[in-house]
């Protein structure tokens, strides 16, 4: 296995075990969140980074689904994968790409839009 693979995977758990940490109940308004439930996005090919998305958390049958809310209304739907890539586009056309981003995250695109996810990433052993 590729140390890439290991470390995705790797930070697919952690950022399965962080985001489950979280409170699972969704404030009435996403955006009265607390701090913790909001993280670094960048909606649109050329904006900057700001911690301005709200993320949510639901089981499905298919297993954890993180609700990304954008300022703007908009939003996208990740599921936690299995396989140890980390994140995927739960609904779209669109396919999602995972980048490891240094030791505490992962950086998650989806067309021109950029998330960034808490994870903890293990060096290979």
């Given amino acids: 296995m590729r140390t890439s693979d290991v470390l995705l995977q790797r930070a697919a758990v952690a950022v399965l075990l962080l985001l489950a940490?979280?409170?699972?109940?969704?404030?009435?308004n996403p955006f009265d969140a607390p701090d913790?439930?909001?993280?670094?996005?960048?909606?649109?090919?050329?904006?900057p980074f700001a911690r301005d998305c709200v993320v949510e958390r639901s089981t499905t049958p298919d297993g954890l689904v993180l609700t990304v809310r954008h300022p703007d209304g908009g939003f996208r739907r990740l599921l936690?994968?299995?396989?140890?890539h980390g994140v995927a586009a739960a609904d779209g056309a669109e396919p999602a790409s995972v980048t490891v981003e240094g030791k505490d995250g992962i950086l998650v695109a989806i067309g021109g839009d950029r998330y960034r996810l808490p994870a903890t990433v293990k060096p290979t052993p």
């Fill in 80 to 84: 936690v994968t299995k396989d140890g």
């Fill in 21 to 28: 940490a979280c409170g699972s109940e969704p404030a009435a």
């Fill in 36 to 47: 913790a439930d909001r993280i670094e996005c960048s909606i649109g090919a050329h904006a």
